[in-house]
Each structure stands twice: as structure tokens, then as C-alpha cells.
């Protein structure tokens, strides 16, 4: 882990008093005061600063005039939102949160959970009704004890009709019950006859718990052909020294087998960790240590003074170690990388693949033949951080009166050959969707976008292209903040130095 350390301008401000925000300990403070921080930090580092008008250093004439500027907002939010650039188009993923020591919790992979992992679909883009499908059920939870299953629908929830407008306030609650649906086919491929979604009298209430998922939900070592071709279904970049130690021991394990192929899923992998996904980068091939996997593109200022003073701190290269280190350059987490030297990579894939999972596709493609199987990524190429109401916005010294943190967008990664801004996604090279009514296992073999992988490798010829079969609008991991985010491990320390002005 490298230590990033700034020093950057913000402006100091005085004397402000709006409306309250009660903290814990039912200590007021005021929303300027919040929007003080907000402000302050979005300008310091996010990477579409230069692009927003109000976030330049010299956008006030006078602390009167930024105390105005406050409060014009009437919450944190409203400002947070009034500098985010292109929202719809370009940063869709920078976002604010009240309650920081939760988001913390879900980024060491804590979370509350039933265990039931879900996408939302519905069957044409015009449509507002929505219908849930299980995708994969967690071990040792509420939904594993009631007996959900992969591939069941449903379409209500405590009665309710799911919808564009609603799904997320019915599923959001720590408990609530789904009513299952059959689908019929009619018997054909597609969704043209079909009777849709037809009552199967079966509810089922389901409560979250704390629950840490492992990112590793299947490891199998298949033989094709005689070889040795591993399946990985990795789900989330957490970014944790347990799950990061344990992806290392199974390719030790992959090491040791002699695998000739490798076929990763992600198709569910929202991301995380920018260093898991290097490492795992790194395991899979092995042959290109010291050498670039991708560099970063902060604004201006910051990669002005990056370039000046520390242009290292740019290259993220593929390594032989994996090591973490805490705020004083201490190492903290060490382990020697277990190397599978492959040269092709088969990459499973869908509207869920995010992030640190298409940075594992962008860094590796000009080393290796990178095949994607399945149907094409979300398009996120930016990384972000925590930041904190502090001196420096790190976790230290937060402010304790309120538990605001901003994530912004901080930097884009660019690949070795200048490969970036991929904001549609990355297509795929066998367009295999998933169909609800053959989900297949995940691990089997037969599995449709196994199957699709397993024949690709095996060189039999083009598998039939099948699109996904109804458009996404969402998925359940889309319920927690920042599941789709690309975390920078870099220890950041950004000196909030005032800016006078006149």
C-alpha cells in the first residue's frame, strides 16, 4: 500500500448558523457547518472538480459570500448533489452518507443480510412492474433455513406489487415477506408467449442479520479434457486481510494442481478493494511483476503535484507481495503472492460486474487473452475514498458532533495501452444471458455461462449468443451504499490548509 499524502486548499469559514442536525449525544450542529465539510472536501479532491464551476478555490469574493453559498442549501445532500458532474452519465457513483460507522462496517463486509441475493428485472424497458429473482443463496442464514433457492420469483412483497418506484423501500426493511411466483415459458426461448408470472400461493418472511460474506462462493477445479481448469466465483473485493490471505491460499492450492485455465466469475461482483483486484491480477498471471497494470488520472492539481513530487504514487504495478501499511508506513499485513503464470483468462459476466471487477478486465487485457462470457459490465473505471469531517478528512479527529462522510470519486484508471472512460461497459466476447426459467447451479458444469466458458476453452466452436432475458433495473447489493464502488487503499492525509480570502 502506498502512502498518499496532500496538501491542498480549502476555505475557512466563520459564524455559521441554519438549521440543526442533532448528533448521539443530542449535540446540535448546524447543516452549514456540515456543508462546510462537504464543500470543502469535494474540492479538495474530486476528480471532476475542474469540471464544476462552484468547487474552483477562487469561487468566493468573501467569507460572506461562501457562508451564503452554505446556506442556500437546506441539507448536506442537496449540496453534495448540486457539485456532482454528469450524474446520469458520468459520475452515476460518487454518493454521501449519514451514518459512517455503518458504511465502515460494510466495507469490512459486514452487513445485515437474510441471504438472499437478488436481481430486479421486468420484462420490457416500458414496463413499471418489477419482479425479483434469487440469483444465490448465502450459507447459515434465514433465507438458507427457509429453503430459498436459486432461481425462484417473486413479484410482491407483504402483499405489495414490486415496482420502478417502490422496490426499494419494501426490500430495504430488516424483515418482510416475499410472495412467489411460477414463471411460464409457454415452452419458448424467449419472452414474446409467454404467461409471465403466475401466482404459486407461497409466501415467506425473511429477517436480516449481521452476516460477513466470504467473497469466495465457489473454488472447484474441474477436469476438461484432461486439464485442470478452475471455476472462481468471487463475489466482492473486500479488501480484508482474512478473505485477501484466504484468495491467496486457494491459488496456492491452483499452483500446486497445475491449472491450465482459469474461468472467473464476477458476474455479481459490484467491487471493492483496488489492491485485492492487483493482487488478484497478480495471482492469476505471475510473469509480469514489476510491470504496469494500470495508472491513475486524479484533477488537476492533485496530479499536478503527484507528477512533480511523487510520480510513483500513480503506477499501480503488478507485484509479487501483498502488503499493507497504516497511517505511520507500518506494515500491518504481508504475505508473498501465489503466481499461476496463465496466459488467457475467461471472465463470466453481467450488468452487476462492476468496478474493481472490470479493472481485473481493463489491466490484464493487453498482457493476456481476456474472453468475456456472459452480458456487458455497468462501465465504472473511477475509484473513490472515505472522507471524514476532520483536519485532514481522515478517519482520526472526525468530527464527533455528526457522522457525515463523503465518498467521491477521486481518480480513473487508465490501463497500460491509455484504455479508460469504458462508461457503457465492456461487452462480451459470447453473449450468454441468464435465463429464469434454466438458471442452472452455480459450479455445474452445466451451468448456461459455465457451459458457454467450458465450450469456449474446449474450442468446439461459437456458442449460441442468447441475451439477458429482460432488462435489469436493479439488484439487492444496489440496496447498501457504494456496492458498486472501486476503493482506494491508499492511507490519504489531506491538509486542510484555509485559503484567505480577500
Not at 474540492?43 to 469561487?59: G, M, S
Not at 485442470?228 to 473485493?237: E, G, Q, S, T
Not at 462492476?354 to 478486465?361: D, F, H, K, Q, V
Request: hydrophobic share 35%; aromatic share 12%.
Amino acid at each position: 500500500m502506498r502512502l498518499l499524502k496532500l496538501t491542498l486548499l480549502a476555505t475557512c469559514v466563520l459564524g455559521l448558523n441554519t438549521s440543526c442536525f442533532e448528533d448521539q449525544d443530542d449535540n446540535a450542529i448546524s447543516t452549514s457547518e456540515i456543508n462546510d465539510f462537504v464543500w470543502k472536501a469535494m474540492n479538495a479532491v474530486y476528480l471532476y472538480k475542474d469540471n464544476i464551476p462552484d468547487l474552483a478555490n477562487d469561487r468566493f469574493a468573501s467569507n460572506e459570500d461562501y457562508r451564503n453559498y452554505l446556506n442556500s442549501f437546506s441539507t448536506p445532500e442537496a449540496l453534495f448533489e448540486s457539485v456532482i458532474y454528469n450524474r446520469q452519465t458520468i459520475d452515476r457513483f460518487s454518493v454521501i452518507v449519514d451514518d459512517y460507522i455503518a458504511l465502515e462496517q460494510q466495507f469490512s463486509g459486514v452487513t445485515k443480510s437474510n441471504g438472499m441475493d437478488f436481481g430486479l428485472y421486468r420484462f420490457t424497458e416500458a414496463d413499471t412492474d418489477v419482479f425479483g429473482v434469487v440469483r444465490y443463496v448465502l450459507p447459515n442464514t434465514d433465507a438458507e433455513n427457509k429453503g430459498i433457492e436459486r432461481g425462484f420469483v417473486f413479484n410482491e412483497v407483504n402483499g405489495t406489487p414490486l415496482t420502478t418506484s417502490n422496490w426499494r423501500s419494501l426490500l430495504s426493511p430488516d424483515s418482510y415477506t416475499i410472495n412467489l411466483v411460477d414463471y411460464n415459458d409457454n415452452g419458448t426461448p424467449d419472452n414474446i408467449n409467454d404467461d409471465f408470472l403466475i401466482s404459486a400461493d407461497t409466501d415467506i418472511s425473511l429477517t436480516k442479520s449481521p452476516y460477513t460474506e466470504n467473497p469466495i462462493y465457489t473454488y472447484d477445479i474441474l477436469n476438461v479434457d484432461g486439464n485442470n481448469v478452475v471455476y472462481l466465483m468471487y463475489n466482492c473485493f473486500t479488501g480484508t486481510n482474512q478473505f485477501d490471505a484466504q484468495l491467496n491460499a486457494v491459488f496456492g492450492e491452483y499452483q500446486a494442481a497445475g491449472i491450465t485455465d482459469l474461468i472467473l466469475g464476477v458476474r455479481y461482483n459490484g467491487g471493492g478493494s483496488v489492491n485485492t483486484a492487483i493482487w488478484l491480477a497478480s495471482m492469476i498471471t505471475g510473469q509480469f511483476t514489476g510491470e504496469l497494470f494500470v495508472r491513475e488520472q486524479w484533477n488537476d492539481a492533485i496530479q499536478a503535484e503527484l507528477e512533480a513530487n511523487n510520480p510513483d504514487a500513480l503506477l499501480n504495478l503488478f507485484t509479487d507481495e501483498m502488503v499493507k501499511r497504516n497511517t505511520n508506513n507500518e506494515i500491518t499485513f504481508q504475505q508473498s503472492i501465489n503466481h499461476v503464470n496463465l496466459n488467457r483468462l475467461y471472465v463470466i459476466t453481467t450488468r452487476s460486474t462492476a468496478s474493481a471487477s472490470e479493472l481485473i478486465i481493463n489491466g490484464l487485457d493487453p498482457y493476456i487473452n481476456v474472453v468475456k462470457i456472459g452480458t456487458t459490465t455497468i462501465g465504472k473505471y473511477q475509484a473513490s475514498t472515505t472522507l471524514y469531517d476532520s483536519p485532514n478528512f481522515g478517519r482520526n479527529n472526525a468530527n464527533p458532533r455528526h457522522t457525515y462522510a463523503v465518498q467521491p470519486l477521486i481518480y480513473k484508471s487508465i490501463n497500460s495501452v491509455g484504455f479508460t472512460d469504458f462508461d457503457n461497459g465492456f461487452s462480451p466476447d459470447v453473449t450468454v444471458g441468464e435465463q429464469f426459467n434454466n438458471m442452472g447451479e452455480l459450479g455445474n458444469p452445466t451451468e448456461p455461462l459455465l457451459a458457454a466458458a467450458i465450450l469456449h476453452l474446449q474450442g468446439e466452436g461459437r456458442f449460441a449468443d442468447s441475451s439477458e432475458f429482460a432488462p435489469m433495473v436493479s439488484d439487492s447489493k444496489d440496496l447498501l451504499p457504494f456496492s458498486k464502488e472501486m476503493i482506494s487503499d491508499d492511507v490519504i492525509n489531506f491538509n486542510r490548509n484555509p485559503l484567505q480570502i480577500p
